[in-house]
Structures are given as structure tokens and as C-alpha cells.
């Protein structure tokens, strides 16, 4: 059975739950987008769960924001497919929804109230778009990533036998 995930916004005024098969919050992300929206490098898009389950209370509090993305891999701003939810009286960021991929839905590890399994080891992701004060605390075991690592979150769980059935 898939682990229920439980997760809110800073002021309470949002509450969700959703069912992961992949719990692990292993990635750190350094790009500009979790930077400026979650104040941070990392914690962002690095839980995976089924998009069917997502159960919320204070939907009426949603706020949605798709970033205009311009980077060395995308010379014409863009507007991303991804719907990144947070909450619109305290900013708190929930999660990310992209229609490319219905059945998955990204809670923010930040936002998730449930107590979560430690990593093994650490993804380091995006670091090409780090800001140049940041320096990554990347640990022996960990991996780090100009961009993107190929191994999915869902084959990085089952490598690690962490997948959740």
C-alpha cells in the first residue's frame, strides 16, 4: 500500500493528502524557480505521487503560478507546463502538477506534515543555475547534476528499495 502523505501550508488554511509510492526526499533542486518561489535550494519537486488520490480542504485558498522560463536550454521564454500550487494567504508552496504527466503529482517535501524516510543518499540537481553564494553541502554517496540526472524518482526508490507497494 503506498504511503499517505499528509501536507498544509504555513497558516493552515490548506490541507491535502496523497498517496506515494516514492517518499523519499532525496533531491536537492539549486534552479532558479524553487530558489526565488520556496526560498531555498532544494526540497522541490522530489517526491512523486499519484495525482488520483490528491485530497484537499481550503481549495478556495489555491493559488497557481506556471514560470516564463528563458535558460541556456530554452533561448525564447516559455511559459512551463508546470502548475506549482501554494497557498495564496501564507506563500507557502504545496505542489506541482504537470498535465505532460497526469498521473503524477510533486508535493514539496516542505509542505508534508508526515514524518518522512531519511535518504540513503542525496541528489544534487540543476546546479548549473545555482546562485554563486550557494555552496552545496554535497556529501560522500551523493550525487550532483549540471541538469538533470536520466534515473527517474521512481526507478532512483525501486534501485534503492524504497519503493512503496
Known amino acids: 500500500m503506498p504511503m499517505m502523505l499528509k501536507g498544509s501550508c504555513h497558516c493552515g488554511a490548506i490541507h491535502f493528502t496523497v498517496q506515494s509510492?516514492?517518499?523519499?526526499?532525496?533531491?536537492l533542486c539549486y534552479c532558479s524557480i524553487c530558489r526565488k518561489q520556496q526560498g531555498g535550494g532544494g526540497y522541490a519537486i522530489?517526491?512523486?505521487?499519484?495525482?488520483?488520490t490528491l485530497k484537499i480542504t481550503g481549495e478556495e485558498h489555491l493559488g497557481l503560478y506556471r514560470a516564463e522560463i528563458q535558460d541556456d536550454?530554452?533561448?525564447?521564454?516559455?511559459t512551463s507546463t508546470g502548475e506549482r500550487r501554494f497557498c495564496r494567504e501564507c506563500g507557502a508552496a504545496l505542489?506541482?502538477?504537470?498535465?505532460t504527466w497526469p498521473d503524477l503529482v510533486h508535493p514539496f517535501a516542505s509542505a508534508?506534515?508526515?514524518?518522512?524516510p531519511k535518504p540513503p543518499q542525496r541528489v544534487h540537481l540543476m546546479l548549473k543555475y545555482?546562485?554563486?553564494w550557494v555552496e552545496p553541502d554535497i556529501r560522500k554517496g551523493d550525487k550532483a547534476f549540471e541538469l538533470y540526472p536520466e534515473e527517474s524518482i521512481a526507478d532512483w526508490h525501486r534501485r534503492h528499495?524504497?519503493?512503496v507497494d
Open 21 to 27: 509510492h516514492t517518499p523519499v526526499p532525496y533531491q
Open 46 to 52: 522530489n517526491l512523486g505521487a499519484d495525482s488520483r
Open 73 to 78: 536550454e530554452r533561448p525564447h521564454r516559455e
Open 95 to 99: 505542489w506541482l502538477y504537470d498535465p
Open 112 to 116: 508534508i506534515d508526515s514524518e518522512l
Open 130 to 132: 545555482k546562485a554563486s
Open 161 to 163: 528499495g524504497l519503493w
